[in-house]
């Protein structure tokens, strides 16, 4: 049973298109992250959750909107899609919003904007 | 504000050799320390933590110690093995931001 898992794996898309990307965690944690990873592999946190209320919003463009309908999902919603969001989007959760315990990861979603 | 400094990569070494991995961080207050491995194609996996100064994570014959004096947390392993090639990330949380703070990365390449 995966711990914390995203769709799609993998979505190709053109430039202007809207897309979404899922995440569900099954671990009962309170807290959840959106980060993206370049292709430097240089991770930067996105958005952070805490029981559905928005804690962090990192400088992250308006075309990014993230949606939390419950402490267990965490999706991820893009406008306007621009060839510098490709990237490999990662969902991740913890118990808490401390960051005293670890976080888990999903498997990542590798969006291609062409 | 926080940050985490390790070392550049690509580190290629031969089978059975010595690695270190140096991390250090910067950090108000008392932050908890991680190190994640990443695989080709995968997300990131826990390696080890430790939560306190002087605490020592170790897993799966990797080890890094918590180190306040010098704000590190070295990664070190006796033996690597070919399996053990994957991208390393030193991480901090833990400081009242809310996140987990990475460093850069590092590739380890172990050939045979």
């Known amino acids: 049973d995966t711990a914390v898992s995203q769709t799609p794996k993998y979505l190709v898309t053109q430039m202007g298109n809207d897309k979404s990307i899922k995440c569900e965690q099954n671990?009962?944690?309170?807290?959840m992250y959106w980060y993206k990873q370049d292709s430097k592999k240089f991770l930067k946190i996105m958005f952070s959750?805490?029981?559905?209320?928005?804690?962090i919003n990192e400088t992250v463009p308006n075309r990014f909107s993230p949606k939390s309908p419950d402490k267990a999902h965490l999706n991820l919603h893009i406008n306007s899609l621009e060839l510098g969001d490709s990237a490999v989007y990662f969902c991740?959760?913890?118990?808490?919003?401390?960051?005293?315990?670890?976080?888990?990861f999903g498997q990542g979603t590798r969006l291609t904007v062409v | 504000g926080d940050s985490v400094t390790q070392m550049e990569g690509p580190v290629t070494l031969s089978e059975e050799a010595f690695l270190t991995i140096n991390c250090t961080y910067t950090?108000?207050?008392?932050?908890?320390l991680f190190w994640y491995v990443q695989y080709p194609g995968e997300g990131l996996q826990l390696l080890l933590k430790a939560t306190k100064a002087d605490d020592k994570g170790s897993n799966k014959g990797f080890e890094a110690t918590y180190r306040k004096e010098t704000t590190s947390f070295h990664l070190e392993k006796g033996s690597v093995q070919v399996s053990d090639s994957a991208v390393y990330f030193c991480a901090l949380g833990g400081s009242g931001t809310y996140k987990y703070i990475f460093g850069t990365g590092t590739r380890l390449k172990v050939l045979a």
């Open positions: 950090a108000t207050g008392y932050p908890s």
């Open positions: 671990l009962g944690h309170d807290t």
């Open positions: 991740a959760s913890s118990q808490d919003s401390s960051g005293s315990t670890e976080a888990f």
């Open positions: 959750y805490n029981n559905k209320e928005l804690i």
